[in-house]
């Protein structure tokens, strides 16, 4: 497959950016995006010039580390699927491809496609964690809890942090990433004790960012990888608004 591409590059934060086109000749259709960038970025390295910087980890859609915009659609066209986990068989020999790096306000440039992702960890230290003395561990079963309960915790749990949602969202927000945090601790009973404090400072943490507010447009729902549902930003502002009543919330 030959695949042609428009590839942002900013040398670094606050330097002016541009699209430059490279070219990929001799692409198999069973490597992995990354893997198509890395053959890419070994061609530029061989004439001297400058590689194409990208976030990648594990490469195997657990971390949540890579993450750009594919021709404006985070993570690339297929659904539930990060970009490391993307192959090369979703496109069509000739394609052209257009990479950018997610953009949000909260999101700064540090190069190419690579943006700092360090809000969404402040988010987490805002109240992410339970912070109760509860003793040593109990036993796997010693607290009963509903199926459906569990199952709703873990799906918010499965979260990866790879900020998907704020790129595709027209506000930039990262609710449906505070929602799913919020949600798969304050679904379970070792949760409950920090729950209205911990919806009030990671929301106000949130915005204290410069994510944007959620309307509802279902954009980041589309495009998380996890498929992490909008149910859990309904229960976020449910939360919050029960959490402002009360005094603990504060």
């Avoid at 929301?203 to 980041?220: I, K, P, T, Y």
């Avoid at 939360?239 to 603990?248: E, K, N, Q, S, V």
């Amino acid at each position: 497959m030959r695949i042609n591409l428009r590839v942002w590059r900013q040398p670094g934060p606050n330097k002016p950016g541009k699209l430059v086109e490279y070219t990929a000749p001799s692409v198999s259709p069973d490597m992995s995006f990354l893997e198509m960038l890395d053959v890419v970025n070994e061609g530029l390295i061989a004439k001297g010039e400058d590689p194409i910087a990208f976030d990648s980890d594990c490469r195997e859609g657990i971390c949540g580390t890579c993450g750009f915009m594919i021709d404006g659609l985070a993570h690339g066209p297929m659904r539930a699927t990060t970009v490391c986990q993307l192959h090369m068989r979703s496109f069509k020999d000739g394609d052209t491809l257009t990479l950018e790096p997610w953009r949000a306000r909260a999101f700064p440039i540090v190069k190419d496609l690579v943006v700092d992702r360090s809000a969404l960890d402040r988010i987490i230290q805002a109240g992410g964690y339970t912070s109760v003395n509860v003793g040593g561990a109990q036993d796997g079963n010693a607290i009963l809890i509903p199926k459906p309960t569990v199952e709703q915790a873990m799906d918010a749990a499965q979260c990866i942090q790879c900020g998907a949602c704020v790129a595709a969202c027209k506000n930039a927000s990262a609710a449906l990433f505070t929602s799913a945090k919020i949600s798969h601790l304050g679904l379970l009973p070792q949760g409950q004790i920090e729950r209205s404090t911990r919806v009030v400072r990671m929301v106000a943490r949130h915005d204290a960012e410069g994510f944007g507010s959620c309307s509802n447009e279902g954009e980041c729902e589309a495009v998380c990888p996890k498929e992490i549902s909008i149910t859990n930003i309904a229960r976020m502002n449910r939360d919050y608004f029960a959490a402002t009543l009360i005094r603990g919330g504060r």
